[in-house]
């Protein structure tokens, strides 16, 4: 071999040696490989409250009977299957590597005071606390500790969108929540232009006339889980003027907008929230006759 080749073989030896030092330095270790351990175990149908503490401020979910509320930093329902997963997904953080017990190293994986703290509790008392880091080198992975532990993990899955979210992101959305083949009856109004989508037996008519199943359908399943953007929680001075109006099975649903603004201003008689929607999602359900012809 050429002088050149035997220095490159030095070279890689050198750094093998250097590796397998570094990596058993006291608190520092990597251990791969699937043990079958979770980072925290609990009962997650006992859990009634969470708190997840982020570095834009905390954010507190309790569960009310059968739904979840969000109580911090506002008062307002939040989604339920969100809340739920993350529940489960907490109960489901499988330990694959540990990477390192130092605390000085908190800090590089983003696992140290600074970072977003889920705590778990049923009945006041805590179940189980975590502390969610950076993504893994994959991005398939997350760096984790347990709260009061050193050791820190690499656990499967992206958790930063699990449990992440602001107060916004964990509320929701929904502004109606019914199942597509329940509804009978829509009526559209635009002013003076007023028209009916009905059901006759299994079959849809719009003002008599057999409708398009398929425009039909697309629009039932907008409908029936019709979702906001946003939330409006302060008063409005003047309500913007009303370009909408549908009523569902008698459910009102009034969409307001004011020229040239992309966001609809929307309100359900269903309830007393203020929404705000963009006008992509409005016009999958703001049909016109012509929408539903055969």
């Known amino acids: ?104 190293k908190q800090q590089v994986f983003q696992v140290d005071s600074t970072s977003t703290l889920v705590r778990l509790f049923a009945k006041g008392t805590e179940l189980a606390a975590f502390r969610v880091g950076k993504p893994g080198p994959s991005y398939t992975e997350t760096y984790v500790r347990k709260e009061g532990s050193n050791d820190v993990y690499l656990t499967e899955g992206m958790l930063s969108g699990v449990f992440g979210k602001s107060a916004r992101d964990w509320r929701n959305k929904a502004i109606m929540n019914l199942r597509p083949e329940d509804i009978r009856t829509v009526q559209f109004h635009y002013g003076d232009t007023t028209f009916a989508l009905t059901r006759s037996d299994s079959t849809w008519e719009v003002d008599g006339s057999p409708a398009g199943e398929y425009a039909v359908r697309g629009f039932l399943a907008s409908v029936a889980s019709l979702q906001c953007d946003d939330f409006i929680d302060t008063a409005l001075t003047a309500m913007p003027p009303l370009v909408g109006l549908l009523e569902v099975d008698g459910t009102q649903i009034g969409f307001h907008q004011r020229p040239g603004d992309p966001m609809f201003t929307v309100i359900a008689t269903n309830g007393t929230q203020i929404y705000a929607m963009s006008g992509w999602r409005a016009q999958q359900v703001l049909k016109r006759r012509a929408d539903f012809s055969r």
Not at 78 to 98: E, S, Y
């Open 1 to 104: 071999m050429t002088r050149t080749t035997w220095f490159l073989l030095g070279v890689l030896v050198a750094l093998i040696v250097a590796t397998i030092w570094v990596m058993q330095r006291p608190g520092e270790q990597s251990t791969t490989g699937d043990n079958g351990n979770v980072l925290v175990s609990y009962d997650s149908s006992a859990v009634d409250r969470v708190d997840v503490i982020l570095t834009s401020g905390p954010v507190t979910l309790a569960r009310e009977g059968d739904t979840w509320t969000l109580v911090t930093p506002i008062h307002a329902p939040a989604d339920v299957r969100l809340v739920n997963a993350a529940i489960g997904q907490g109960k489901a953080l499988k330990i694959t590597t540990l990477v390192s017990s130092n605390p000085a």
